[in-house]
């Protein structure tokens, strides 16, 4: 076992019986929703993956420590503390574990941290990708080459408009990454259905994602799976007016010179503050589906 590694006894016990574990991040704790928003959202998508039978594991780092599995007072410390917490990618773990700081885990850092645990499946919102403009920025998020390295499965909502769509989609081919759309040909964009980009393949049932992953890992075939579910029709908003509220927050963030790790969190924040909170009610609604959808899976894959 690693020396930095916790694991809750709730998520110790199920994986140990070979039960089946879903992880969850923690950045969209502390940076991609607002509090208490983000907490009770945190808890929903715990109970969520309860409900369905299998375990959930909430992934961070506490004082330096690398959990699988926090408890609800854990939780609502990082939702409180919100962006005062270091959004932890995987050249971050380093000194936050040397120096035992907190840290929120982003997609990266929760493959990582889940894999170490021995977790298979995960579930979150959107993943990071090619930025706009990454052709002279070089903004490419870390979380594309951990899904070209790490096993686990990622299912997702797809991606926001914020990204360069058809520039993720090249890396992650490039990087050998399948794509999978969950019940579409369509790679979905988060609060939309649609995109105009199609998926490498289309998977119909938790049984058929769960089959695809264990021949991944049975070959031997070195990184993960993107699963993007969309999010359902009745919560999917008008993609005018969320690509209108894209394009100004881009727009915003060229003109305060923003950049970095900080540019993801700050067009999260425009974009829900420009949409006036309907992008939040739909950010909940996606999540919690995507959460059922990992619960199912990772049922699966625990019984193949
Ligand atoms: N995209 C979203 N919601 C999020 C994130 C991205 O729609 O919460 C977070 C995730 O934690 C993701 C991270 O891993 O931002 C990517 O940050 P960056 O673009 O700096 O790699
Ligand atoms: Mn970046």
Known sequence: MNRYLDISPEVREALAKGGPVVALES????HGMPYPQNVETALRMEKTIRDA????ATV??????????????????????????AKASRRDLPVLVARKQDGATTVTTTMIIAAMAGIKVFATGGIGGVHRGAQ?????????????????????????SILDLGLTLEYLETKGVPVIGYGTDELPAFYTRRSGFKVDYRLDTPEELAAAFRAKLDMGLRGGMLVTNPIPEEFSMDPDRINAAIDQAIAECSEKGIRGKDTTPFLLARVKDITGGDSLASNIQLVLNNARLAAATAKCLANG
């Open 53 to 56: 039978g299998a375990v959930p």
């Open 136 to 160: 002279t920025t070089m903004d490419i998020s870390a979380d594309l080459e951990e899904l070209a390295q790490t096993p686990v499965m990622v299912i997702c909502a797809g991606a926001k």
């Open 27 to 30: 950045t969209i704790i502390s």
């Open 60 to 85: 961070a780092v506490i004082g330096g420590r690398l959990k699988a599995g926090l408890s609800p007072e854990e939780i609502e410390h990082l939702g409180r503390s919100g962006r005062a917490v």
